[in-house]
């Protein structure tokens, strides 16, 4: 007994053309090949230099502070004054959240520069501002600013308390190249 199976559907037919394949006379395989040499090597190259530079920011994360020290605050944290909570709405904190040119303007800078050593410690507590007696709390006041909770101007970032360590990252980054991750993590 006999039958016939059929498919009916798209396919795709794929050419190659690779430098053992190519038996004619033309260069565009040798030109090919050393192009794909020298790629190879410029890639030797980055590596070289990526493994470089992490052994120097090693050595200045150990040695050396920053210059660039940013406070960005999580939004969404309780809000107290004189040790009683003040409600704010989910809308003011989904509007604070939104606003993240602070955090946009770092990137763009080491963008620009190709290279940033960056130290991210995550830490949790209490931040606090004294504000000057004969002052009275006004919600409109408050303000979230370059990633920090604000009140009238000055920001509410005093550690008085001593606040925990959650979480510390060393990372030296790099611009986006698609031959390499954008950063290494380091220790």
């Not at 809000?79 to 989910?90: G, K, N, R």
Request: charged residues 30%.
């Amino acid at each position: 007994m006999s039958f016939e199976l059929a498919y009916q559907g798209e396919c795709s037919v794929v050419e190659s053309f690779r430098s053992k394949d190519h038996l004619g006379n033309d260069d565009f395989p040798a030109q090919m090949n050393a192009l794909a040499d020298e790629m190879q090597g410029l890639y030797q190259q980055m590596i070289l230099c990526r493994q470089k530079m992490e052994e120097l920011a090693q050595q200045a994360v150990k040695q050396s502070s920053p210059e660039n020290v940013a406070v960005v605050f999580s939004p969404g944290g309780d809000v107290e004054v004189d040790d009683e909570s003040v409600d704010i709405t989910d809308s003011w904190w989904d509007q604070a959240s939104s606003d993240q040119t602070f955090q946009d303007q770092s990137i763009r800078e080491w963008c620009e520069s190709g290279w940033c050593l960056q130290r991210r410690t995550r830490r949790k507590g209490r931040y606090s501002l004294k504000v000057a007696e004969g002052w009275d709390f006004h919600l409109e006041n408050l303000e979230w600013k370059d990633d920090c909770l604000v009140y009238d101007g000055e920001r509410v970032e005093n550690d008085y308390e001593g606040s925990q360590c959650v979480e510390q990252v060393v990372q030296l980054k790099f611009p986006s190249c698609p031959a390499f991750p954008d950063h290494i993590n380091l220790e």
